[in-house]
């Protein structure tokens, strides 16, 4: 079968996608580990006399799962996780994946940030040359430097970057925010890494807003379910997150589940979905050849669209789009503006998904009622990211499939959730906004930066560069941006940001580009409190409590910007008259209290004691308003209507600068995007990808070896692909592009279609960056590309063009 295997070529391994992935390796006994039933990971025998101390995990990975921390003679033994089933708010479980329950190694890694650091005077940045310094030196120094540059350039030249691996719970970066808002604000990012293409690229043009968004709870029996680059049960698997809903859904309900996917992930491998295997970044075309079949076969449902739709036709445009032939059916008929119709065979050249299962997807989803059409958020992380996600968001409204019980937007996957509030940060007297992937830019770039080329919000360019950066919670600089070389070399001039503090829980190569380094504590390690998870229609609290004393020099960030702001002569606004940061846990969680009143929940002090509560709530089952009546319930688009015809990206498509390879379309159409499906060159023979792994959230818990073990960093290749260039299962890789070289291992598997590479991404950064800035520890971010898309100006980073070699050691 081996032979067999090898000597298929890339169209054959597509065309028979389905009977190869039976064959492929499910990596069973992995998963098993990282399901929310699996034991806990006991490190050390239970004993009579431990504490029993209650928290939760905190990271980003859209859930907040309880861990229940045994700690015996001051230090944590092991750790369980959510146990209550008793009781009116102890239900539902919420069980932790292993990333949660692995927390014992990772609080005492030897990675750990321990005491505040200053950079050597006379060394460079990214040289990593430190000397430990006292709290009140560094707090002297940070708030000096506030100082400094707010007097020299105004608040605008102060910028907060995104808490990415802190997320979760009432604080995060949000004391920063207060502090400075304080002291006349500072510039504001939009868009996150995340999501940013689907949330301002797409979304308020066909929505005005994330309109139509259900959770998988509201899954009906015997449904079908279509999730385009979507992969819950991979980074969102735990009992508080979609993976364990669709899981539910699919064991008990009998839901049918389509994956489609350049990777054969977990819903798939151990969930039993079927697998269209599709090429990185058209997923744009196939909704096309689809488009094409739903309306060639009559199978297109007109009255929702003529009531409902703006765009799908002639009849249906805006008034002023009239005449000329550009509406979505022109498009897709071939009598649009690039006279090419977009039938079901041109779809499977682009995609190499089989024509006739294009056809036949098709006739599913029109006979299906009703219709669960979602994405995750892989499809948007393309440079086609703005318009791939809406035209994927285009198949739910042709067979009128959103809106109702049972369907979704077309977009990803919605809640109903608690409603807990963050610490307040008050208002900033700065409205100017950029879009959070280009912060190197707005550092670089500054007043270049303008509305028509950058995305500015809220004025006409950037006043000035960024010259403070404070960099709480996140592994930005030297890990989770694009294209490392091109930042760090930014980040090296000290005549551009003249300022950077990195502020975390441990040593990653990003500190190395900071000026003053300060240790914090985990989440796990001071007092805490968040809502249950993101997406899964469920209300729940989790009330964290230390689960020791702060070891060395490690201090918590509320205390500190308190002492920050007594410096700079606002701690009493700061702090509303001292309080603490147990305070102001205490503090939300009575307001939210009060706001719910009819969920008559616990105390506090009785929350504390239960350690957590999570209850299910009835998710909707009513007809969306809109639906309902169109006209006394509009959506906020421009029209009032769903958008398959955007006027605002027309009127943009005329006056923005836009960059190689870029389009801004009223309607969303099909285009390769820069250094997209294409576009490779003998040089640069793959698709690169980097997707999100069970083991790690963005790059926290990167250097957990437990979950390293279970979960390593390696390049998946397909055996197709290896054959040719000598590459066997674990033999040394390097990856290469125009941006860099990194170094991995090689994972040959048929649960990646052919011409594709694809690598987890979040490993830690690791390069002599004076030298050949060849990176050893296997993160993707080395070789991407810092081209963006063209409406959100999000990340396009999650692919790239290059190659794969086999080297030695």
């Given at each position: 079968?081996?032979d067999?295997?090898?000597?298929?070529?890339?169209?054959?391994?597509?065309k028979?996608?389905?009977?190869?992935?039976?064959?492929?390796a499910?990596g069973?006994?992995?998963?098993?580990?990282?399901?929310?039933?699996?034991?806990?990971?006991?490190?050390?025998?239970?004993?009579a006399?431990?504490?029993?101390v209650?928290?939760?995990?905190?990271?980003?990975?859209?859930?907040?799962?309880?861990?229940q921390?045994?700690?015996?003679?001051g230090?944590?033994?092991?750790?369980?996780?959510d146990?209550?089933?008793?009781?009116?708010?102890?239900?539902?479980?919420?069980?932790?994946?292993?990333?949660?329950?692995?927390?014992?190694?990772?609080?005492?890694?030897?990675?750990?940030?321990?005491?505040?650091?200053?950079?050597?005077?006379?060394?460079?940045?990214?040289?990593?040359?430190?000397?430990?310094?006292?709290?009140?030196?560094a707090?002297?120094?940070?708030?000096?430097?506030?100082?400094?540059?707010?007097d020299?350039?105004?608040?605008?030249?102060?910028?907060?970057?995104?808490?990415?691996?802190?997320?979760?719970?009432?604080?995060?970066?949000?004391?920063?925010?207060?502090?400075?808002?304080?002291?006349?604000?500072?510039?504001?990012?939009?868009?996150?890494?995340?999501?940013?293409?689907?949330?301002?690229?797409?979304?308020?043009?066909?929505?005005g807003?994330?309109?139509?968004?259900?959770?998988?709870?509201?899954?009906q029996?015997?449904?079908?379910?279509?999730?385009?680059?979507?992969?819950?049960?991979?980074?969102?698997?735990?009992?508080?997150?979609?993976?364990?809903?669709?899981?539910?859904?699919m064991?008990?309900?009998?839901?049918?589940?389509?994956?489609?996917?350049?990777?054969?992930?977990?819903?798939?491998?151990?969930?039993?979905?079927?697998?269209?295997?599709i090429?990185?970044?058209?997923?744009?075309?196939?909704?096309?050849?689809?488009?094409?079949?739903l309306?060639?076969?009559?199978?297109?449902?007109?009255?929702?669209?003529?009531?409902?739709?703006v765009?799908?036709?002639?009849?249906?445009?805006?008034?002023?789009?009239?005449?000329?032939?550009?509406?979505?059916?022109?498009?897709?008929?071939?009598?649009?503006?690039?006279?090419?119709?977009?039938?079901?065979?041109?779809?499977?050249?682009?995609t190499?998904?089989?024509?006739?299962?294009i056809v036949?997807?098709?006739?599913?989803?029109?006979?299906?009622?009703?219709?669960?059409?979602?994405?995750g958020l892989g499809?948007?992380?393309?440079?086609?990211g703005?318009?791939?996600s809406?035209a994927?968001m285009?198949?739910?409204?042709?067979?009128?499939?959103?809106?109702?019980?049972g369907?979704?937007s077309?977009?990803?996957?919605?809640?109903?959730d608690?409603g807990?509030?963050?610490?307040?940060?008050?208002?900033?007297?700065?409205?100017?906004?950029?879009?959070?992937?280009l912060?190197?830019?707005?550092?670089?770039?500054g007043?270049?930066?303008?509305?028509?080329?950058?995305?500015?919000?809220?004025?006409?360019?950037?006043?000035?560069?960024?010259k403070?950066?404070?960099?709480?919670?996140?592994?930005?600089m030297?890990?989770q941006?694009?294209?490392?070389?091109?930042?760090?070399?930014i980040?090296?001039?000290?005549?551009?940001?003249?300022?950077?503090?990195?502020?975390?829980?441990a040593?990653?190569?990003?500190?190395?580009?900071?000026?003053?380094?300060l240790?914090?504590?985990t989440?796990?390690?001071?007092?805490?409190?968040?809502?249950?998870?993101?997406?899964?229609?469920?209300?729940?609290?989790?009330?964290?409590?230390?689960?020791?004393?702060?070891?060395?020099e490690?201090?918590?960030?509320?205390?500190?910007?308190?002492?920050?702001?007594?410096?700079?002569?606002?701690y009493?606004?700061?702090?509303?008259?001292?309080?603490t940061?147990?305070?102001?846990?205490?503090?939300?969680?009575?307001?939210?209290?009060?706001?719910q009143?009819?969920?008559?929940?616990?105390?506090y002090?009785?929350?504390?004691?239960?350690?957590?509560?999570?209850?299910e709530?009835?998710?909707?089952?009513?007809?969306?308003?809109?639906?309902?009546?169109?006209?006394a319930?509009?959506?906020?688009?421009?029209?009032?209507k769903?958008?398959?015809?955007?006027p605002?990206?027309?009127?943009?498509?005329?006056?923005?600068?836009?960059?190689?390879?870029?389009v801004?379309?009223?309607?969303?159409?099909?285009?390769?995007?820069?250094?997209?499906?294409?576009?490779?060159?003998?040089?640069?023979?793959?698709?690169?990808?980097?997707?999100?792994?069970?083991?790690?959230?963005?790059?926290?818990?990167?250097?957990?070896?437990?979950?390293?073990?279970?979960?390593?960093?390696?390049?998946?290749?397909?055996?197709?692909?290896?054959?040719p260039?000598?590459?066997?299962?674990?033999?040394?890789?390097?990856?290469k592009?125009?941006?860099?070289?990194?170094?991995?291992?090689?994972?040959?598997?048929?649960?990646?279609?052919?011409?594709?590479?694809?690598?987890?991404?979040?490993?830690?950064?690791?390069?002599?960056?004076a030298?050949?800035?060849?990176?050893h520890g296997?993160?993707?971010?080395?070789?991407?590309?810092r081209?963006?898309?063209?409406?959100s100006?999000?990340?396009?980073?999650?692919?790239?063009?290059?190659?794969?070699?086999k080297?030695?050691?």
């Amino acid at each position: 079968m081996k032979d067999e295997k090898l000597s298929m070529n890339r169209r054959t391994f597509v065309k028979a996608g389905g009977a190869l992935g039976a064959l492929a390796a499910t990596g069973a006994g992995a998963t098993a580990a990282f399901t929310a039933a699996a034991p806990a990971l006991a490190v050390a025998d239970e004993g009579a006399d431990d504490t029993i101390v209650w928290t939760h995990c905190h990271v980003n990975c859209g859930g907040a799962c309880v861990l229940q921390c045994h700690v015996r003679d001051g230090e944590l033994a092991y750790v369980e996780s959510d146990t209550n089933g008793d009781g009116a708010f102890g239900g539902v479980q919420a069980r932790a994946c292993l990333r949660g329950r692995s927390i014992r190694p990772w609080l005492s890694s030897a990675d750990r940030l321990n005491y505040p650091m200053r950079r050597v005077a006379g060394t460079a940045r990214g040289e990593g040359q430190y000397e430990r310094i006292s709290w009140d030196e560094a707090l002297d120094t940070i708030a000096s430097e506030f100082k400094r540059v707010v007097d020299t350039y105004g608040n605008e030249a102060v910028f907060i970057q995104e808490c990415s691996g802190v997320e979760q719970n009432i604080m995060m970066n949000n004391p920063f925010f207060r502090l400075f808002n304080l002291l006349g604000g500072e510039v504001t990012r939009y868009g996150s890494y995340s999501s940013a293409s689907i949330s301002f690229g797409a979304y308020p043009f066909t929505y005005g807003g994330s309109w139509g968004k259900r959770s998988l709870k509201t899954l009906q029996p015997g449904q079908l379910v279509v999730m385009f680059g979507y992969a819950p049960n991979d980074m969102r698997m735990s009992g508080d997150g979609e993976g364990y809903d669709l899981a539910v859904a699919m064991k008990q309900k009998g839901v049918r589940a389509i994956v489609i996917d350049p990777r054969r992930n977990e819903t798939a491998a151990n969930l039993g979905a079927e697998w269209i295997p599709i090429v990185p970044g058209t997923d744009a075309a196939l909704a096309a050849g689809i488009a094409h079949e739903l309306i060639t076969q009559a199978l297109v449902d007109h009255e929702f669209l003529n009531t409902y739709c703006v765009g799908f036709d002639e009849a249906t445009l805006p008034p002023e789009a009239q005449g000329k032939n550009l509406s979505y059916c022109d498009y897709i008929l071939g009598t649009g503006y690039d006279k090419v119709e977009k039938t079901p065979e041109w779809a499977s050249k682009i995609t190499a998904v089989p024509a006739e299962r294009i056809v036949s997807l098709a006739h599913e989803i029109a006979e299906a009622d009703p219709c669960f059409i979602c994405q995750g958020l892989g499809p948007q992380r393309h440079t086609n990211g703005d318009n791939a996600s809406r035209a994927i968001m285009v198949l739910p409204q042709l067979v009128g499939q959103v809106g109702r019980p049972g369907t979704n937007s077309g977009g990803t996957v919605g809640n109903d959730d608690i409603g807990l509030s963050s610490l307040p940060t008050g208002d900033n007297p700065i409205e100017t906004k950029f879009p959070n992937f280009l912060w190197p830019e707005a550092i670089r770039d500054g007043e270049k930066l303008t509305a028509t080329n950058a995305g500015i919000k809220n004025a006409d360019a950037l006043k000035c560069g960024v010259k403070f950066l404070v960099n709480y919670g996140n592994n930005m600089m030297a890990n989770q941006n694009a294209d490392i070389n091109y930042t760090t070399d930014i980040l090296r001039d000290e005549s551009l940001c003249e300022f950077i503090l990195q502020y975390d829980v441990a040593w990653t190569d990003s500190c190395n580009w900071a000026d003053i380094v300060l240790p914090d504590l985990t989440p796990q390690e001071t007092y805490s409190l968040s809502a249950a998870g993101e997406n899964n229609d469920v209300y729940g609290i989790r009330f964290g409590q230390p689960v020791s004393e702060p070891a060395f020099e490690r201090r918590e960030v509320y205390e500190v910007c308190g002492e920050l702001a007594k410096r700079l002569g606002v701690y009493d606004e700061y702090s509303e008259g001292g309080l603490t940061r147990e305070d102001w846990c205490r503090k939300l969680y009575d307001e939210l209290r009060e706001e719910q009143a009819d969920l008559d929940l616990p105390t506090y002090d009785e929350g504390v004691a239960m350690g957590s509560f999570t209850f299910e709530v009835e998710p909707s089952t009513e007809v969306d308003d809109f639906i309902a009546d169109p006209v006394a319930n509009p959506l906020e688009t421009a029209t009032g209507k769903i958008q398959i015809y955007s006027p605002e990206l027309a009127e943009l498509a005329e006056t923005w600068e836009l960059g190689e390879g870029d389009v801004i379309s009223a309607i969303p159409v099909y285009y390769p995007g820069f250094d997209g499906p294409g576009t490779t060159t003998e040089e640069f023979p793959f698709l690169i990808v980097d997707f999100h792994a069970k083991g790690t959230v963005h790059s926290t818990y990167a250097h957990n070896e437990v979950l390293h073990k279970l979960s390593p960093f390696q390049a998946w290749i397909n055996p197709i692909d290896a054959e040719p260039l000598g590459i066997a299962d674990g033999d040394a890789v390097a990856l290469k592009s125009a941006q860099g070289e990194m170094r991995t291992i090689a994972k040959v598997t048929n649960r990646v279609i052919p011409g594709t590479i694809m690598h987890p991404q979040g490993a830690w950064h690791s390069a002599d960056m004076a030298g050949d800035r060849i990176d050893h520890g296997g993160c993707t971010n080395t070789i991407t590309s810092r081209h963006c898309n063209p409406v959100s100006k999000g990340t396009g980073q999650h692919s790239v063009i290059g190659s794969i070699e086999k080297v030695e050691g």
